[in-house]
């Protein structure tokens, strides 16, 4: 008699889920900001978000606005700096480490922001889920975990998959903003772009550094190291949207 278990197939991921401590200031963080966190429903993993989960975001917000995403937004750095700068946008940040949401959540309320929502869960399966086709004014994906190692490249966020999906998500006129530290995933990484027909890049190859994203925890450790930082930024091709 075979083995009547059901086969269950782990899909790749580009992250590892570390302890989810907190110190007590996250954890305060948590409690007093807990409207921040967006809950849905999960799937096979506890970073999955569940195939039919379905979020209302003008409900989410309390008020209909360009919507941007950011896809690993660690301890918040960015999100909560650039929330405060453009107060008349919706910015969500999908992010897998709760400690780091936490840290996130006490930047945005030290930033004033209430303009910032956390989905923590996967970003591959959250933009695929909960956000409508064309309907981002930007996408973020800055200082994504690098995988050097040859082995775990298929790890890597940024892949021609995900470069697909960020095309079906972005509005006509919407922006997919990223920045590495790691020169071979940079590389790697406008190969994807440059190959993906509904992308075009907006600038003659590395864009310039975008003036409103200030330097996060994973940018300083890459200029303390030496390492040149990559930006780049890509926009629809036209004609795509008709
Ligand atoms: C190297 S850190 C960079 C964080 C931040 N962007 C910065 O510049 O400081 C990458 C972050 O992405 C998160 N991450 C990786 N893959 C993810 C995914 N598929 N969905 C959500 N978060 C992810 C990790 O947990 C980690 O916090």
């Known amino acids: 008699m075979g083995d009547a278990r059901p086969v269950v197939q782990r899909e790749v991921v580009s992250f590892v889920r570390r302890s989810a401590r907190m110190n007590p200031s996250q954890e305060k963080a948590w409690r007093d900001h807990a409207d ?3 809950r849905v429903p999960t799937g096979q993993r506890s970073t999955s978000v569940a195939p039919d989960a379905h979020l209302d975001w003008a409900d989410a917000f309390g008020r209909r606005a360009p919507l941007v995403v950011e896809v690993g937004g660690g301890t918040g750095d960015v999100i909560a700096a650039v929330a405060a700068l453009h107060p008349e946008r919706n910015h969500v ?4 480490f709760e400690p780091a949401v936490a840290s996130t959540l006490s930047k945005c309320a030290r930033a004033g922001v209430d303009n910032v ?3 923590v869960a996967n970003g591959v399966e959250g933009l695929t889920t909960l956000i409508p086709d064309a309907a981002l004014a930007e996408l973020w994906t ?3 975990d690098p995988w050097p190692k040859k082995r ?10 995900f470069a697909a999906l960020a095309a079906r998500k972005l509005a006509a006129d919407g922006v997919w903003r990223l920045a590495t530290d790691d020169p071979g995933y940079a590389e790697a990484i406008r190969a994807v772009l440059d190959a993906e027909p509904a992308l075009v890049n907006r600038f003659d190859g590395w864009a310039p550094r975008w003036q409103d ?3 996060s925890r ?5 200029i303390a190291a030496g390492r040149a930082i990559r930006d780049l930024c890509y926009g629809i091709r036209e004609g795509v949207r008709q």
Request: aromatic fraction near 16%.
């Open 36 to 38: 921040w966190v967006l």
């Open 93 to 96: 940040a999908f992010e897998v």
């Open 117 to 119: 929502r956390v989905v």
């Open 142 to 144: 800055f200082f994504p």
């Open 152 to 161: 775990h490249h298929k790890r890597r966020l940024v892949s021609p998959a």
């Open 213 to 215: 994203r200030p330097h």
């Open 218 to 222: 994973y940018e300083a450790k890459g």
